[in-house]
């Protein structure tokens, strides 16, 4: 039955296949372009503090970091390697979507299936990512309302990936192709800024309160529900979506990544983990069954 619905897929007249792939490659790459300038630009805009500071100020139990010592320079506490990493690994796997998707429009011999359909799922992925790039500007004014609202802006973020996702439903796609390129880059960036929205919005409540503007201390414990209540939601949404990567970030920066794991953590570990087998299995069962 997938395999007569795949075939059944509405082509479309060569040249308007070439002209919609030839653009979704063009607007991920812009996205990806547009971010990076939002990244490396930061020094152009006056701020009091860095990201890494309000970060580190504001760090839940849940955050990426580094453990702290009297030596460690009070500017890199909280300092991760999994924010270069994520951002890295997601950015580079688009650029080589886009790249592929340029040599899938220049090929005359091939068919292109729903390629109206993957110009804009594209689309809102690249506005995930130009959201994703005002993210650094908003968040670094560092206060409340701020923090609020840049808590918003990941969400819709995520929500414009989830959206591309349900539009294309890229692993049902014929072939591997799409599957492994702008199927597995959308789910990593849409878990990403699902994660990244729980660590914004766990640093706006804490704004809130003085008390909770300093550093957590070893033994303090805090308010779980936030983070397992967006670790639930993506254990779901990788099974229903599917998105195999949605809950990936929220075991790999936990347990790689995370110095102090208190003991609901853990429970963040297993649902991430779940999400992410659970995911993969939902995909594996919809392509060959």
């Not at 890199?76 to 390697?81: A, T, V």
């Not at 994520?86 to 886009?98: D, F, N, P, R």
């Not at 429970?267 to 991430?272: A, E, K, R």
């Amino acid at each position: 039955m997938k395999k007569v619905i795949m075939d059944e897929e509405l082509e479309v007249n060569a040249d308007e296949g070439v002209v919609a792939v030839g653009s979704a490659a063009g607007v991920l790459f812009a996205g990806c372009v547009i971010l990076l300038v939002f990244a490396f630009g930061q020094g152009l805009f006056a701020f009091q503090e860095t990201i890494l500071e309000i970060a580190s100020r504001l760090r839940r139990e849940w955050s990426p970091g580094r453990e702290e010592t009297p030596l460690l320079d009070p500017g890199k506490r909280g300092e991760s390697p999994v924010y270069a990493l994520a951002w890295g690994t997601i950015l580079t796997w688009l650029v080589a979507t886009a790249v592929w998707l340029f040599v899938l429009a220049i090929d005359d011999g091939l068919r292109f299936y729903r390629s109206d359909r993957l110009f804009m799922s594209s689309l809102y992925v690249a506005c995930a990512l130009v959201l994703s790039g005002l993210w650094t500007l908003v968040f670094r004014f560092g206060t409340t309302c701020y923090l609020w609202m840049a808590t918003l802006m990941l969400l819709f973020g995520h929500g414009l990936c989830v959206a591309a996702e349900q539009l294309l439903n890229p692993f049902s796609y014929p072939g591997v192709g799409i599957p492994l390129t702008w199927g597995v880059s959308v789910s990593f960036l849409s878990g990403w800024l699902l994660f990244g929205a729980s660590l914004n919005y766990g640093m706006a409540v804490a704004s809130m309160s003085a008390r909770e503007t300093m550093p957590a201390q070893p033994n303090e414990r805090r308010c779980s529900i936030p983070v397992l209540v967006f670790a639930l939601y993506a254990l779901i949404g990788s099974i229903a979506y599917p998105s195999p990567a949605f809950s990936f970030w929220f075991f790999f920066s936990i347990v790689f990544f995370t110095p102090r794991k208190h003991a609901f953590l853990w429970w963040v570990v297993g649902m991430g983990v779940v999400g992410v087998l659970g995911g993969v299995l939902r995909v594996l069962l919809e392509r060959f069954l």
